[in-house]
């Protein structure tokens, strides 16, 4: 009995003594803390980069450069980390760690996080919708349990803005070829052209397209449908027709307009092509019209010149362009992309929707206007209507008096939608 009370007395003392030690630990540790001798770690950087990425998630390959002020290295189990990645407020990507290794000084802390795709369409729609304006924040937090849960937080903040419709907008005269032998060409001149972003939903980004054309020919002609496809890097995001006809007379201008419409849930697999391939997509819509003629026949026309294709680059991190990526370092990481159009036809500084180019000869330099203008005459076979192939009447220069001449009609009417190889053909 003795023995068992001596035993109890030394384990209580044992006990004692630990629960001494761990209250000066504590008044230590607090008191260095108050004295400035030791201090939770702060994140000082954060440096994000895209992985790998497939058809389903793309990796987020984050780097947290954190100080340790204190004079020896932390290892401990309540020490983590939290960090997101948001895009207008939609969470793109989280990790947390936990039980880190964080030596004296600076250490760099890596982590991985996955992003899953389906999300892409989510903050497309906010980016359509703040006018192509993208704010990317990257949150990190470190929490210290040892100095009672202590968190010091780094946000970086930085816009990307993109431009994908703003060349569109043209007043460059363009004729519209049937390529048809018994046709002359051209069936149409597109003097103006415009485009605007529709009221984006979750499933749908609709364009809103206008253009502004002339009928050259004397007799009229109905079209009956306009249809499109948008393609991103050579995927196809939308596809259609508008359901509404269009009755044009002969030498007479029309407005015409076409809602094309991008499917929203075809976005993941574009955003795959635009990080495989540098953060550049190749925005490309194609349309083409059906044209009904006085006695019913109707024929199909490719509107090459009205082709739209735009080339966008993005640097959501801000790394692009260099070896080690950016460290962050210099402030809150704000940039803006600048998209660059592919090379085409300009008009003073403002870049015009291209199309495929052709060999010298007559080109309309001006919209014919046939209110203040003196209209063409016809040529010698076809009275001025579609079929023949004598010669094309030329549009008159603007102001101008009298009656043009007619010019023999090539094989290449010098347009910019002429045709010069069949590899330069767009096909339907």
């Given at each position: ?118 999300r892409i369409p989510t903050w497309w729609v906010t980016h359509v919708r703040r006018g192509e304006r993208t704010k990317v924040v990257v949150d990190a937090t470190v929490t210290a ?262 010019t023999p009609t090539p094989t290449d009417d010098g347009g910019l939608l002429a045709v010069t190889d069949p590899s330069a053909r767009v096909t339907d």
């Amino acid at each position: 009995m003795i023995r068992e009370r001596r035993r109890v007395r030394r384990a209580l003392g044992r006990v004692a003594t630990l629960l001494v030690a761990v209250i000066v630990l504590i008044a230590a540790v607090g008191a260095a803390y108050l004295l400035g001798v030791v201090g939770a770690p702060t994140v000082v950087a954060v440096e994000n980069r895209f992985g790998e990425v497939t058809d389903e998630t793309t990796e987020v390959e984050t780097d947290l450069v954190v100080n340790n002020p204190n004079p020896v290295g932390v290892t401990l189990g309540g020490t983590t980390v939290d960090y997101t990645v948001r895009m207008n407020g939609v969470a793109m990507a989280s990790g947390h760690g936990g039980g880190l290794s964080i030596d004296r000084g600076e250490s760099t802390l890596p982590f991985t996080t996955r992003m899953r795709n389906e999300r892409i369409p989510t903050w497309w729609v906010t980016h359509v919708r703040r006018g192509e304006r993208t704010k990317v924040v990257v949150d990190a937090t470190v929490t210290a349990s040892v100095l009672g849960d202590r968190s010091v937080s780094l946000a970086q903040e930085r816009r990307v803005e993109t431009d994908l419709l703003g060349a569109f907008a043209s007043e460059e005269t363009r004729p519209v070829n049937a390529d048809w032998p018994l046709v002359s060409d051209p069936v149409l001149y597109v003097n103006r052209t415009t485009a605007a972003w529709g009221n984006v939903t979750d499933a749908r980004t609709p364009i809103d397209a206008s253009f502004r054309v002339y009928n050259p020919k004397t007799v009229p002609y109905l079209i009956t449908e306009i249809g499109y496809t948008v393609t991103m890097n050579g995927l196809t995001v939308g596809e259609g027709s508008t359901g509404r006809e269009y009755f044009i007379e002969g030498r007479t201008t029309e407005n015409l307009s076409a809602r094309t419409t991008i499917d929203n849930d075809r976005l993941d697999d574009w955003w795959v092509s635009h990080l495989r391939n540098d953060q550049v997509t190749d925005l490309r819509i194609d349309f083409h019209a059906v044209l009904e003629l006085p006695g019913g026949n109707e024929f199909r026309v490719p509107l090459d010149a009205l082709t739209y294709e735009r080339t966008v680059e993005t640097d959501i991190f801000g790394n692009e362009g260099t070896d080690g990526g950016d460290t962050g370092r210099s402030g809150d990481g704000s940039g803006t992309t600048t998209p660059s159009p592919t090379a085409g036809p300009t008009s003073g500084d403002a870049a015009t929707p291209t199309a495929s180019t052709a060999a010298p000869g007559p080109t309309p330099t001006t919209a014919p206007d046939p209110t203040r203008t003196p209209a063409p005459t016809s040529t010698p076979t076809d009275g001025g209507g579609l079929l023949g192939s004598g010669g094309t009447p030329s549009p008159p220069p603007a102001g101008g008096s009298g009656t043009p001449t007619p010019t023999p009609t090539p094989t290449d009417d010098g347009g910019l939608l002429a045709v010069t190889d069949p590899s330069a053909r767009v096909t339907d």
